[in-house]
């Protein structure tokens, strides 16, 4: 076996609650000038006074930046550095869905290191880590509360910047699927989806391995099962808590792997024409899966074995026939959108798909196989492609 490189948050606290217990992680990390990085809707909820106050009765005094946008922004960012250089911080706490947790990444590495946004963004790999980051994550989800990415978009081409390296690996996550409760059914859809497409894409990328390997079937197994339940239910809290688990143990899977045809696309679709992450994913995941399974039939008929479409006795051809039934009666039951509801022509969006994948395979770098390219060489090759 080659040496994975793995890396997981110092600290992890997953369960029921796991929130309240800020104030004890903070002082086990030697930490107590915390500025939380959230947003308008979780400060309008009462949770972040709720946060906040927890911190208070154990002496730490915490202040607040609550203007973040979704798909965080350089500009957004800008101004988050400018509100921490007002404190004296000594840790950044992210509060939030997927894009408080990257704002959070982003002002705590720019609070210590200045620079632009803009230079931290692949191939630069940014491991020196700025101020501390302590993730808690209110979606379940992208999991970017154990992973080394942060994801910021630029104002001015509307690119999203994908910024790696393990600077962005919070040191501490406290994983609370009782603040998923208030999730809508569409948000509760969406980054159900996100997460699933996490642990199948980490799994078949070609920079898998057995540590996450084992993370992404553990996801698939948990989120599976409970995706329709919880759409069905938002207070089925063994759902809640199985799909929360699942979202971070995916997130681990692929940042200890990495992702693959789909986040490539999604990316620049998300892009050009403002999808929403976890929906461009969604959109995206039957049509590239029968595209690529050809090419790792072996890895993809295991996913739906792990998934509990398929059983061992069936062949690996059938299994993966289950598995992309499955994902689009996801997409259909969950009323995922199609292309059209973003202004996206319908015939252009099928014709092009298979485009895509073709010329992906046609840039496949040696170190990838052909037909599942790393998303990173994806999002650039795609946005030429869509952008025509
Ligand atoms: N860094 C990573 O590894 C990584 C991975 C995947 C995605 N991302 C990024 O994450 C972002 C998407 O994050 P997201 O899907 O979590 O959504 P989000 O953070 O953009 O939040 C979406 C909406 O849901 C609301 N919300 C959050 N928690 C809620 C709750 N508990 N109840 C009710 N409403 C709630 C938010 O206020 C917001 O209005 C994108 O910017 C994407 O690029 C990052
Ligand atoms: C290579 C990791 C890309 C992370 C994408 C998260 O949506």
Avoid at 56 to 71: C, E, K, M, Q
Avoid at 132 to 141: F, S, Y
Avoid at 201 to 223: C, Q, T
Avoid at 271 to 282: E, I, R, T
């Amino acid at each position: 076996m080659s040496i994975a490189s793995i890396a997981l948050p110092r600290i992890l606290r997953i369960g029921g609650g796991a929130s309240k217990q800020l104030g004890e992680v903070l002082e086990t990390l030697g930490l107590s000038r915390p500025l939380i990085v959230t947003d308008p809707w979780l400060l309008n909820s009462g949770r972040v006074d709720e946060l906040a106050g927890g911190l208070a009765s154990a002496g730490i005094a915490a202040r607040v930046f609550a203007d973040t946008v979704p798909d965080p922004t350089i500009a957004s960012i800008n101004v988050g550095v400018a509100f921490l250089q007002e404190g004296d911080h000594d840790c950044v706490v992210g509060f939030g869905g997927g894009s408080p947790l990257d704002s959070a990444k982003a002002i705590a590495l720019l609070g210590h290191h200045g620079g632009a946004m803009a230079d931290y963004k692949a191939p630069h790999v940014q491991d020196t880590p700025g101020l501390p980051v302590i993730a808690i994550p209110t979606t379940a989800g992208t999991g970017s509360e154990a992973t080394r990415f942060t994801i910021i978009t630029d104002d001015a081409t509307d690119e999203k910047m994908l910024c790696p390296g393990l600077a962005y690996l919070p040191v501490a996550a406290l994983v609370d699927y009782e603040l998923t409760f208030t999730k809508p059914r569409r948000l509760t859809a969406d980054t159900g989806i996100d997460s699933l497409t996490h642990a199948i894409e980490a799994y078949v990328s070609r920079r898998a391995n057995p540590f996450s390997d084992g993370m992404a079937m553990l996801a698939m197994r948990a989120i599976a099962p409970n995706l329709r339940r919880v759409c069905a239910d938002p207070m089925d809290a063994a759902a809640r808590e199985a799909m929360m688990l699942g979202a971070t143990q995916a997130g681990i899977a692929f940042s200890n792997s990495s992702v693959a045809l789909v986040h490539g696309m999604s990316r620049p679709i998300g892009a050009h024409f403002h999808v929403p992450h976890g929906l461009s994913n969604a959109m995206l995941l039957p049509a590239v899966t029968a595209w690529s399974a050809p090419a790792a039939l072996p890895r993809y008929a295991d996913c739906a074995r792990a998934m509990g479409v398929a059983d061992d006795a069936e062949g690996d051809q059938a299994a993966v026939a289950r598995l992309i039934d499955e994902l689009a009666a996801l997409n259909r039951e969950l009323e995922v959108p199609g292309p059209a509801a973003w202004g996206i022509d319908a015939a252009r969006w099928d014709a092009l798909i298979p485009t895509m994948c073709a010329q992906a395979a046609a840039s496949g770098s040696p170190a990838n196989n052909p037909r599942i390219p790393d998303a990173d060489e994806m999002a650039m090759l795609y946005a030429k492609i869509w952008a025509g």
